[in-house]
């Protein structure tokens, strides 16, 4: 299993948006290092929800259900189609029980290579099994997080 951060902005497209539809194509992915990310993808893996811009911060956990096939939204874009944009169909496990702030992973000596830190603007990037693990230990209930930040 493979483990994955994919980045939305909530006023575009949010958790809420996600748990309300129950499964989503993750499409409109328009950078080749992002666009291979997906093609990695399969399914069972497990894949970190990241609101990005407001409040940044991961806060939730999918799954994916569907590997990658075409973008279904090239054929609004004629000169996208010998690109091989792709899509994956995720599906949401939980919500976090504490938001895990980007200012919180920041801070976190065990996260200083992880890649929402190296590559900010990539918007689908793998995290590593002990990187995973940290957020979702992270964003347990019992967790303090950004209160010990204040």
């Known amino acids: 299993m493979n483990y994955w951060l994919v980045k939305s902005e909530p006023e575009t497209y949010g958790w809420h948006h996600f748990t309300q539809q129950g499964r989503a194509i993750w499409d409109g ?8 990310n997906l093609k990695a993808m399969k399914r069972g893996d497990q894949v970190l929800f990241y609101h990005s811009v407001t409040n940044p911060a991961v806060v939730g956990l999918a799954t994916i259900v569907q590997e990658a096939y075409p973008d279904p939204t090239v ?18 496990l939980m919500p976090l029980d504490n938001p895990v702030s980007l200012r919180h992973i920041k801070a976190e000596p065990l996260l200083a290579a ?3 830190i190296k590559q900010s603007r990539l918007s689908v990037m793998p ?6 693990e940290l957020i979702l230990k992270m964003g347990a209930k019992s967790s303090k997080n950004d209160h010990e930040l204040l």
């Open 29 to 36: 992915v328009r950078n080749y290092q992002a666009r291979n």
């Open 75 to 92: 054929a609004e874009d004629p000169g996208a189609a010998s690109k091989g944009w792709v899509v994956v169909e995720l599906e949401p």
């Open 114 to 116: 992880i890649g929402l």
């Open 127 to 132: 995290i590593r099994v002990d990187e995973f």
